[in-house]
């Protein structure tokens, strides 16, 4: 038996077979190219789908399930996006437009959701029945799994937690409210952090990585801060705070076992890691009296899409 994973992104649609363990057998993108609409975007993903069979040398009649990951709000339900902006989307019925060309169960969801999925089932986060997955990138995703089960919210709308306010009447964020959880703690906002520090302090070793690496990134930082530059590891203190200061608020309000980290700055590794898990062990408010909550780095990279989309009809 195999399933059919697909992650739509602003930029690219990722598409790949997945075992019922969850190995990925084959996988390609195309461009989304959302401006041509949903149905095309969707005829040429059910394409690749049929091409990938052929590749990988398996009958299309074993694909038992065709999961599909959205950059957005996607009600599971109904099998249709609600809204997602970055490509177009808005109360679309993906589900009933996939089923035109395959006669499986399609099932939909947040892409967040799908990654926090597929490291529960096969990555990271495996043995594991309560989770919080957050992906650190262009902005803070999430994805909920108590009992084993992803919490989506009524119209599948919640699990949210980029959106939490951190700092009463701090930065504007991109919802429209001020003071999110993103606009400190997604890698945009460290970029954003490390210029400012930059702008601040014109003899600290950021510009010579800034330079070096051409731009600044969300490892630069980091890097200079492990070159012994005390105002990089300022900045870098700093943003494991704001990282902290949501996990530990999700702590209290979920204990669940563990967070999964992914997303471009989970790759920092160590340098983010233990001092993560030092203020959760410090702060969390049940600490002392249960385990502590772990937070782990994602294992799955950039194919938990795909993996966790296909997890969601496995
Ligand atoms: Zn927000």
Known sequence: MYFAGIDIGGMSIKIGLVSSEGKLIVSRAIPTNHDLGYEDMIRRSSELI???????????????????????????????????????????????????????????????????????????GAGYQNLIFITLGTGVGSGIIIDGKLVEGVSCAGAESGHMVIQVDGELCNCGRCGCWECYASATALIKQTKAAMQANPYSKLHAVGRKYGKVTGRTAFLAAQDGDDVAQSVVDKYIKYIATGLINLANIIHPEAFIIG?????????LMKPLQQFMDNNFFASGMYPTVKTICATLGNNAGIIGAAALVM
């Open 263 to 271: 997303g471009g700055i989970s790759h920092e590794g160590d340098y």
């Open 50 to 124: 049929s091409e990938l069979c052929k590749e990988a040398n398996i009958s299309t009649s074993k694909i038992k399930g065709i999961g599909v990951g959205i950059p957005g709000t996607a009600d599971s339900s109904t099998g249709i996006a609600t809204s997602a902006v970055n490509i177009g989307w808005k109360n679309t019925p993906v589900s009933e437009e996939f089923s035109k060309y395959f006669d499986v169960p399609i099932i939909i969801s947040n892409d967040a959701n799908c990654a926090a999925l597929g490291e529960q089932k096969f990555g990271s």
